[in-house]
């Protein structure tokens, strides 16, 4: 018989998925787009607006599309916090009211776009090769994208790295096929779209596409800010209170290529060679680690306390952090940050103006409530 042990602070959690969610998905995000229906007259029964038939299609198709990515991500991340709750409960909470958070300056964000044209990339299971299905999927991605932009009046276009990252497509194949892509689009279609940014993550991105794009197009912006940038300027010297609000990206960039380990399988099996030994090329890869039967218990835990002890004590932060700093200019800065290596303070932001959600890798508490003072600093026992 199993038995399962609801920690006291479980209300925290019930209240988050279920008040809470309601306040927002059905009050606050469903009354913008109600608003949106009477202000823009697009009537029920719609789901979007139909372009060329409706005069405020685009305006009111961003609105109802910023609402509907609430609905597709909400029910799991309930169930995940609802489970996840029943071992940090107060850590399940604030994330989900994060998520909440997101999700309206995800909406808010895509009401203020003059456009988004979404595109899914093909997924590459780990530790195989993609295939002549997977190449043509990504083109596609591409040369559907510059047709929407054709048809819409878009002169210019700004890419990421499509299906790269966690959706495990090399970044040299991906940068090629992506150039192939633009430039075969572009060759048939002159005239049609003016400026093309391929926006890189990782220097081996950067690295991909240099050896393809090795100088810039024609009509490429030549270094001066852009419209946005300046305002974005404008804004923060003007601003009296600065919010920081930071991924897990913000410390995914090393400058020392055998830190990159969440990219470079090169520089993870350098650092982790017993879980390249088990087939797992990056980081990124053995996030699901604790969900896979055939590496020993001991092994996950040799890695995770190597892993965790370099991101929390042995690597430094990036220069990134002090840029931001910088930015920041001295003024009333508060960070909010789902990282949990500790380098904001590290970088000499303040200890007391961070909050960290999902906690602090650097400390370890026990999975079942048997004290509330029970943590305690984890760097004797990673080093262990």
Known sequence: ???????????????SVTVNAFIYSAIVASGRVMKARKELDVLYPNLYATPGHHKNADAFNRVQRGHQALFEQLPFLQLSSLVGGLAYPLANAAGFNVFLLGSYLYQIGYEDA???????????????????????????????TLEACERMGIRSVAFSCVSTGLFNFPSPLASSVAVQAVEGWLSKNPGSIDLV??????????????????SPSPGAPDGAPLAGERLAAEWLNSA????????????GYAPASNRNVYVDPGAFALNYPGMAGKGYRTAYEAMGLAFDDSVAYEDKW??????????????????????????????????????VDGCFERAGWDGERIFTPQGDCGFMQCAKGCREDAVWDARGAMRE
């Open 1 to 15: 018989m199993v038995e399962i042990q609801v920690p006291k602070e479980y209300g925290y959690v019930l209240f």
């Open 114 to 144: 003059d456009y988004i044209v979404h595109v899914t990339g093909p997924f590459i299971p780990p530790n195989t090769d993609p295939t002549a299905l997977h190449v043509d999927q990504l083109s596609n991605c591409y040369t559907k």
């Open 302 to 339: 040799k890695f995770w306390a190597a892993h965790y002890n370099n991101l929390r004590y042995e690597w430094g932060p990036n220069e990134g952090y002090g840029y931001l700093k910088a930015l920041a200019g001295g003024k009333d800065a508060f960070v909010l940050t789902s990282n």
């Open 197 to 214: 940014v391929f926006d890189v993550f990782t220097d081996e991105d950067e690295e991909a596409y240099s050896r393809f794009l090795p």
């Open 240 to 251: 009296g209170h600065v919010l920081v609000v930071a991924g897990a990206g913000m410390s």
